[in-house]
């Protein structure tokens, strides 16, 4: 049996042969291993002494490849700050139980719990204690997850949307995971948010899709090299912004002269909505997209330029997203990047508002003088595998 780059969910079924199966370059140190016993998934690294080692991440196909790549890359991401993640995630090397036909809501939740444990910080009041947290509140936590309806999920939704923002957001997200790891088709919850108005104080909310459909927006972008220049262009701009989490303006009117040697693009401040420059670090995702437009420019003068050579019009964008899978580019770039930090708990705030260009404002603001560039490359590289990469 061909093995392929990277593995697929079709060749990890169907493979037989006992050994160790790698999951590509950018596969984190992620692995397949079958053997007599079953099929189970292990990840190797260079600990910070230099030797090498490995931990389990469960059972193939109780833990799917998606599940496994993320694990993967959150424990990449933790290494980053220096810390073992071997070090209080035991849970996540036992097997997983398969889930039953119809588990209520609140066992599937602590099913989700202990497949995500180990890529979340153990902390008091962290994403443990808030997914459950959601599940104590909604109604619906004993009914089979089968049985759930886009009303059960608006009852706990609706009520507070427009008083308590945040807590309804944060719920809804939860509510979808959830039901996403059961495989639920329709999801009750998913592009809900969408539908819901905004609080009406002022603030421009712009449309985005949910976390989980990034990737196929992503994929139908990619759209293949016979079209015309100008086509080509209006993709590889929208998936620029989606893969740096940029506004619009930044992505329309980057320049190849941006563009430094350390893969960093630096966006002046008079593109910038907090007036100062902006750096970004570059995924290998990000600099695939520089890479094709550099066969359309020979690398000179504006990046991604329209057909007479000026910038591309941003409703050009918006509408060329819109037929690819929904939002706004805005909304996708920024919004979706923002909740993915938040679903997966890959850094810290401060580190997810940097890597925004968000000024922040009062004492927090004045004394955060770093931009915290090195923290936010492993968790942009992250972002980039996953726009990317659930090819599973």
Known sequence: ??????LTTG????????GFYSDGSQGYG????VAAGGKSWVQSYRGADGKQRSRGLGAFPDVSLDMARFLAVTDAIIRKTGVDPRHGAEVAQEPVQALPDAPSFEDAAEQFI???RAGWKAVKGGSEDKYRATVHAVAF???PVNQITREDVRAEIVPIWSTKRTLASTRLTHIRRILDYCDIEPNPAAGLRRKLPTNGNGVEHFEAIPVAEMPAAFRSLDTDHKRPQARRHNALVIQFALLTASRPDMALGARWSEIDDDHVWTVPAKRMKGKRDHRIPLSGAALAVLAEARKLTRGRGLIFPARNGGKIDKGTINRVMKRNGGGTVHGNARSTFR???????ACRREVAEAALGHVVPGVEGAYARSDLLERRRPVMEAYGLYVTGRDG
């Open 114 to 116: 202990t497949l995500a």
């Open 30 to 33: 992620l692995r397949l291993r």
């Open 1 to 6: 049996m061909k093995r392929p780059a990277r």
């Open 11 to 18: 060749f990890c079924q169907k493979v037989k042969a006992a």
């Open 339 to 345: 909740d993915w930090t938040s679903e997966m708990d």
């Open 141 to 143: 936590r004993g009914k």
